[in-house]
């Protein structure tokens, strides 16, 4: 059996996300911190596993204040679940470069399946002879699935912050030689 495993180039990809704020405008933030590997066992996506570990005191929304209030006990509550966690149950494939992967997301200790709609921009070798395989995937969950249910309902009925979440995570992955992680460049 050949396993072939690919690292999460942190440093070129990203974890993004969107979310209404007063009904008017989406409020976007990533996460600065995670790390992540895909293995395949002989090419064969359906036998694929994905595992993501995001430190979720690295969300970044460009400001500060509003930074603090997501990492505390009203939303991700950081100091008690410092780790956001993505595991891969099961891969469908749809078409050469379009995926379905179906996997656990935990948030505040909270597990819930969500469904990664996951697209394959291709594969190529850079400058220092190292394989490398691009994705963007993507989804949407509703944050009170995750225990994040705090909130404030403005005049008009609407609320401050949205209950739906879209997620946007952009993907490089280096192939590893021996299966073991690579630094590069």
Known sequence: ????????????????????????????GKFTRWS???????GDEARSSVEVVIDASSIDTGVAD????????DFLDAAHHPEITFKAE???RLDPERWRVLGLLTIR???????????YAGRTRDPWGHERAGFTAKTSIDRKDFGLTWN?????????????????IEIEAVKQADGSAEQVA
């Open 1 to 28: 059996m050949a396993v072939e495993r690919w690292e999460i180039d942190s440093g070129h990809s990203g974890v993004h996300f969107a979310v209404r704020h007063m009904v008017l405008a989406k409020v976007r």
């Open 36 to 42: 992540g590997a895909v293995v395949t066992e002989d």
């Open 66 to 73: 509003r930074d603090a209030h997501l990492k505390s006990a």
């Open 90 to 92: 099961r891969t469908e």
């Open 109 to 119: 200790g909270v597990a819930r399946p969500v469904v990664l709609e996951v697209e």
């Open 152 to 168: 404030q309902v403005l005049e008009t009925g609407g609320l401050v912050v949205g209950e739906r979440v879209d997620i946007e």
